[in-house]
């Protein structure tokens, strides 16, 4: 049976292992039972970059990943695990060239494996296989790999020959109606330009969502009246008579564009001093092994990266606000975060250690994201579409966390940041 793209299905039976466990024969199962197995290897107790327990975990992976010629479903899967979980090499700031190109190269066969890089699939098809999350998976991995070896002089044949590759997948990526549709018309030169929000959110500009965007009514010109002079009848709300002007998509927002930016920096003081009293007595470091522990693997280490969530999902994460009233009564009180359906909506105290980093990433469901700097050492900043930022204490930074962005922390103290994502201001689902 000849598929879109060319491949051909290998005949029914084709039998592939993990660690002596037959794997389905479909994507989304190989995914899942690679994920929970390199969990559980993660979670073993001796799992760290480069560790010999790691090694052999790779080394699975690796045996998984040479049975993908002849069985092609399983390269999406291999691809992600490469991704998530063997993305540094040791301890350090090194990123595994050997395992993100071999990511690379199974993202790709995933493509051609469900015909996503055929012009003519049909929409449902392409919809129905994530075919645009693929695409920038496979941009992504050459192009962030690239612009880290440039910055290494020893590195810069190899980072050319990464930036030549993805240039190439972009290429490939321009000539796709369906990923140019699916973008609305949205003008990119360059996969970094790229962010999930235009998906949802194509025109110029829109009706904000919440009553916190009206504030900024008055200060657009024609663009948006006075509330306190608006006709308002009961079946209309001030926000009928307000337009956010725009751009509605971009990598970093201009603070004052966002009304939530100047309320946490009010209260940054009341955020670090509670944030300061759960380090000092070392209650932070039991709440988060205590309870959530999730997005290990961003990091070279596994206590490297820890989130503390405040409020999530229109919820007080009760057991964390007994020990910061202050701060979770002040974040409760705002619709953009307590009134936001999106996944993950909220906020949480974020610590990174020092000389570590984490990996490229972009998040798919329309949602902003704000850092408020608390602690903020030299050595660390974020790039995200491109775009370069660093923080300061007491300054909010507004992003768009759908743009493919990482961080770089080389400095010689933790940085600590109260985060959060947050409804975007032309979402108007509830």
Same mark, same amino acid.
């Given at each position: 049976?000849?598929?879109?793209?060319?491949?051909?299905?290998?005949?029914?039976?084709?039998?592939?292992?993990?660690?002596?466990?037959?794997?389905?024969?479909?994507?989304?199962?190989?995914?899942?039972?690679?994920?929970?197995?390199?969990?559980?290897?993660?979670?073993?107790?001796?799992?760290?970059?480069?560790?010999?327990?790691?090694?052999?975990?790779?080394?699975?992976?690796?045996?998984?990943?040479?049975?993908?010629?002849?069985?092609?479903?399983?390269?999406?899967?291999?691809?992600?695990?490469?991704?998530?979980?063997?993305? +540094?090499?040791?301890?350090?700031?090194?990123?595994?060239?050997?395992?993100?190109?071999?990511?690379?190269?199974?993202?790709?066969?995933?493509?051609?494996?469900?015909? %996503?890089?055929?012009?003519?699939?049909?929409?449902?098809?392409?919809?129905?296989?994530?075919?645009?999350?693929?695409?920038?998976?496979?941009?992504?991995?050459?192009?962030?790999?690239?612009?880290?070896?440039?910055?290494?002089?020893?590195?810069?044949?190899?980072?050319?020959?990464?930036?030549?590759?993805?240039?190439?997948?972009?290429?490939?990526?321009?000539?796709?109606?369906?990923?140019?549709?699916?973008?609305?018309?949205?003008?990119?030169?360059?996969?970094?330009?790229?962010?999930?929000?235009?998906?949802?959110?194509?025109?110029?500009?829109?009706?904000?969502?919440?009553?916190?965007?009206?504030?900024? %009514?008055?200060?657009?010109?024609?663009?948006?009246?006075?509330?306190?002079?608006?006709?308002?009848?009961?079946?209309?709300?001030?926000?009928?008579?307000?337009?956010?002007?725009?751009?509605?998509?971009?990598?970093? +927002?201009?603070?004052?564009?966002?009304?939530?930016?100047?309320?946490?920096?009010?209260?940054?003081?009341?955020?670090?001093?509670?944030?300061?009293?759960?380090?000092?007595?070392?209650?932070?470091?039991?709440?988060?092994?205590?309870?959530?522990?999730?997005?290990?693997?961003?990091?070279?280490?596994?206590?490297?990266?820890?989130?503390?969530?405040?409020?999530?999902?229109?919820?007080?994460?009760?057991?964390?606000?007994?020990?910061?009233?202050?701060?979770?009564?002040?974040?409760?009180?705002?619709?953009?975060?307590?009134?936001?359906?999106?996944?993950?909506?909220?906020?949480?105290?974020?610590?990174?250690?020092?000389?570590?980093?984490?990996?490229?990433?972009? +998040?798919?469901?329309?949602?902003?994201?704000?850092?408020?700097?608390?602690?903020?050492?030299?050595?660390?900043?974020?790039?995200?579409?491109?775009?370069?930022?660093?923080?300061?204490?007491?300054?909010?930074?507004?992003?768009?966390?759908?743009?493919?962005?990482?961080?770089?922390?080389?400095?010689?103290?933790?940085?600590?940041?109260?985060?959060? +994502?947050?409804?975007?201001?032309?979402?108007?689902?509830?």
């Amino acid at each position: 049976l000849v598929l879109w793209g060319g491949l051909r299905l290998p005949a029914v039976g084709a039998e592939v292992y993990l660690d002596g466990q037959l794997l389905p024969e479909d994507e989304g199962g190989v995914m899942d039972r690679l994920t929970s197995w390199l969990d559980q290897q993660q979670w073993s107790g001796d799992w760290s970059s480069g560790s010999a327990a790691q090694k052999a975990a790779y080394g699975k992976v690796v045996e998984v990943a040479n049975s993908a010629s002849s069985a092609p479903w399983v390269a999406l899967g291999v691809g992600q695990a490469l991704l998530l979980y063997f993305w +540094w090499l040791g301890d350090g700031l090194e990123v595994n060239i050997e395992a993100a190109r071999l990511s690379l190269s199974m993202h790709w066969l995933s493509i051609q494996y469900v015909g %996503c890089n055929v012009p003519e699939l049909p929409a449902d098809l392409w919809q129905h296989h994530h075919c645009t999350w693929r695409w920038r998976h496979a941009a992504m991995i050459p192009s962030e790999i690239g612009a880290t070896l440039a910055r290494r002089p020893a590195a810069l044949r190899l980072s050319a020959q990464l930036l030549r590759e993805a240039a190439t997948v972009e290429a490939n990526m321009l000539g796709l109606p369906r990923l140019v549709a699916a973008l609305g018309g949205h003008r990119w030169s360059r996969a970094a330009e790229i962010n999930s929000n235009a998906f949802s959110f194509r025109s110029s500009s829109c009706k904000p969502r919440h009553m916190g965007w009206v504030a900024l %009514c008055g200060l657009r010109g024609e663009e948006c009246s006075q509330p306190g002079s608006l006709p308002v009848t009961p079946d209309q709300s001030v926000l009928d008579f307000c337009r956010f002007p725009g751009p509605v998509n971009r990598p970093v +927002w201009p603070r004052a564009d966002v009304p939530l930016a100047a309320f946490l920096e009010a209260h940054a003081a009341t955020f670090r001093e509670e944030l300061e009293a759960l380090l000092a007595d070392g209650r932070f470091h039991g709440l988060y092994w205590g309870g959530e522990v999730s997005l290990t693997q961003f990091a070279p280490r596994l206590d490297d990266w820890q989130m503390l969530s405040l409020v999530k999902n229109r919820q007080r994460v009760s057991r964390v606000c007994e020990h910061t009233p202050k701060s979770c009564e002040l974040l409760a009180s705002r619709a953009e975060l307590m009134g936001c359906a999106v996944g993950d909506a909220g906020a949480a105290f974020a610590r990174l250690e020092a000389r570590s980093a984490l990996r490229p990433h972009f +998040w798919n469901s329309p949602r902003l994201g704000f850092h408020l700097g608390l602690r903020t050492p030299p050595g660390a900043r974020m790039v995200v579409g491109g775009q370069e930022v660093t923080w300061e204490e007491g300054r909010a930074t507004i992003f768009d966390d759908t743009y493919v962005h990482s961080v770089l922390h080389e400095g010689d103290e933790p940085r600590l940041l109260l985060i959060g +994502w947050f409804c975007h201001p032309c979402d108007l689902r509830g």
